[in-house]
Every structure is written in C-alpha cells, then in structure tokens.
C-alpha cells in the first residue's frame, strides 16, 4: 500500500521539477529587474513634467558619455559630467551651483566620505522660500540631527524623525 503513494510522491515531484526550474531561469535571463537597477520614473506623473524630462536627458547624456568606462574612471567621468551640468535650466539654480560647488570641493574623495563631504559642503536650504516653511523648518532640524550618520544609517535616521510618532 506504501508503494503506489511513495510511487505518486516521486512522480509528482518529477513533474513539478522542470517548471520550477524555468522559473528560476526566467528571472535569470532578464525578465525581472537586475538587482540595483530602477528603471526611469513617469515623468507624466511628476509635478513639473518639463523639469524631469530635462533631468531625465541630462542623466542620459551624462550615462551615455561615461558608458565605456568602469570603476574609479567612470566615477570621475560621472562627475565631470555633473560638474557641466547647466544649473541655468534647473528648478532651483542656487541649490544646483551649491551642489556643484560641493561636489568639486569634494572630488577628491569617495563613498561614504564623499557623501559626507557633500552634506557638510551644502548651505542650510532656505525655508522662508519654500511651500510648507513649517514642514521646511522641521525637515531642516531633522537633517542637522542625522548629519553624522551616512547611507542606510542616516536614512533610518530620517525616516524614524520625520514619519508621524503612532
């Protein structure tokens, strides 16, 4: 009587193998994301449509100069190709020429450090300017509060002093 079930067992893993081994392969060969990789957003769905499409060209102009190169040298390219960028087309220009200013103070590094060197580079933003200047004051002492922590560490710092205590 254990053997037609053991038999059935067998046959039914054996017939379920070869489909769950396509499906491994299928995400294999590209038709899910690669990991890392985030394709372009909407720009339809975007407050300022005009201005994501234009950084959506710059982005792609800048990618496509510094296709050939890997490493340390296409980090440099990417960053010449920032330092070009023309903050005359941006939304906020001021804020633009300070990030460029930032970033060439900053050159010289990498990774977390350079990171770092950015936040620190950067002038406090101007809230009297902005939308909501109560909601700009208070994300303003957030960044102030988290500006020693770097990558995923400040970004939980963020997220646990912005979203609303429950």
Avoid: W
Avoid at 40 to 49: E, L, M, Q, R, T
Avoid at 76 to 105: F, G, I, L, V
Avoid at 138 to 165: F, M, S, T, W, Y
Wanted: hydrophobic share 30%; net charge positive; charged share 25%.
């Amino acid at each position: 009587m254990k053997n037609p079930l053991i038999i059935a067992a067998l046959a039914a893993t054996l017939f379920a193998l070869p489909a769950f081994a396509q499906q491994g392969a299928g995400n294999q060969q590209g038709s899910a994301p690669a990991q890392g990789k985030r394709s372009a957003p909407d720009c339809n769905k975007a407050k300022d449509v005009e201005q994501c499409k234009a950084r959506q060209a710059a982005h792609k102009k800048a990618f496509d100069a510094c296709k050939d190169k890997a490493g340390p040298a296409r980090k440099q390219c990417m960053h010449a190709q920032a330092q070009s960028a023309d903050c005359s087309q941006a939304r906020k220009p001021a804020q633009c020429e300070s990030r460029k200013q930032a970033y060439a103070a900053c050159k010289d590094q990498s990774g977390p450090q350079f990171k770092r060197c950015v936040q620190e580079k950067m002038p406090p933003v101007d809230c009297s300017t902005a939308g909501n200047p109560e909601r700009c004051m208070q994300h303003q002492k957030v960044r102030d509060l988290c500006k020693e922590k770097i990558g995923a560490e400040h970004k939980q710092c963020l997220r646990e002093n912005l979203a609303p205590k429950k």
